[in-house]
């Protein structure tokens, strides 16, 4: 299956710990998206790569959480001293590049749940 | 004012049925739309695309109306694996890498 890749597919940890997750997009997709979503409510964009470069984040993103792509291939999305309210479906995603028209395909999600 | 907007539903329609949901877009730049499937607890799945002209795909009509910024979702003879939560997505007006999600009209198609 050469579909978007992430894990883990669940992960529980407790209030104030650090939890990383990891994204492996298709491979010929140069464009990757990170989302969040919580029960009841559509993927929130977080924030997305060009490449290894890091367009746009959103301000849902507070300064605990942290995106890397370091080789254009492979993204890490890093939530420090997590909070309860971060508990939600952590969404991977990733596109071709183009003029529009370019859907995003996703990931299994990461669920993260934090006590 | 969302970016996107859906009616929540539930859509509870008998198998065989027809039925359609709308979506409203708050940019009128807007230029790229989609509908995507999302089943519970799944990741959401491309459904299709949203063309100017309106578009087909089986059972799948979807159309677009810039003037009223709306687009369309009508799904004829409805099965029982057609019960989902459909997503309206649409992208930013100046930056269509950049995609806006509705929060999803539920649809229960019912023996």
């Known amino acids: 299956d050469t579909g978007v890749s992430q894990n883990p597919r669940h992960k529980i940890t407790k209030r104030g710990q650090n939890v990383t997750f990891r994204c492996d997009p298709i491979?010929?997709?140069?464009?990757l998206y990170w989302y969040r979503q919580t029960l009841g409510q559509g993927p929130e964009f977080l924030t997305y790569?060009?490449?290894?470069?890091?367009?746009?984040k959103s301000r849902l993103l507070s300064d605990r959480f942290s995106a890397e792509r370091p080789k254009g291939s492979f993204s890490t999305l890093e939530i420090q001293r997590t909070e309860q309210g971060d508990s939600a479906m952590y969404l991977c995603?990733?596109?071709?590049?183009?003029?529009?028209?370019?859907?995003?395909?996703f990931g299994n999600g990461t669920r993260l749940t934090v006590t | 004012r969302k970016e996107v907007e859906q009616d929540p539903g539930p859509f509870n329609v008998p198998e065989g049925a027809t039925v359609a949901f709308n979506c409203t877009y708050s940019n009128s730049a807007s230029q790229s739309f989609f509908w995507y499937r999302q089943d519970c607890r799944k990741e959401p799945k491309l459904l299709m695309s949203?063309?100017?002209s309106g578009n087909e795909d089986g059972r799948f009509t979807a159309q677009l109306n810039r003037a009223s910024q709306y687009i369309s979702l009508l799904i004829r003879d409805s099965k029982l694996s057609d019960s989902a939560t459909y997503l309206c997505?649409?992208?930013?007006?100046?930056?269509?890498?950049?995609?806006?999600f509705g929060s999803g009209t539920k649809l229960n198609v019912k023996p």
């Open positions: 995603a990733s596109s071709l590049p183009g003029t529009g028209y370019s859907p995003l395909h």
């Open positions: 949203v063309y100017s």
């Open positions: 491979s010929e997709h140069n464009r």
């Open positions: 997505v649409v992208t930013a007006a100046r930056d269509f890498n950049k995609f806006y």
């Open positions: 790569f060009q490449n290894e470069a890091q367009l746009e």
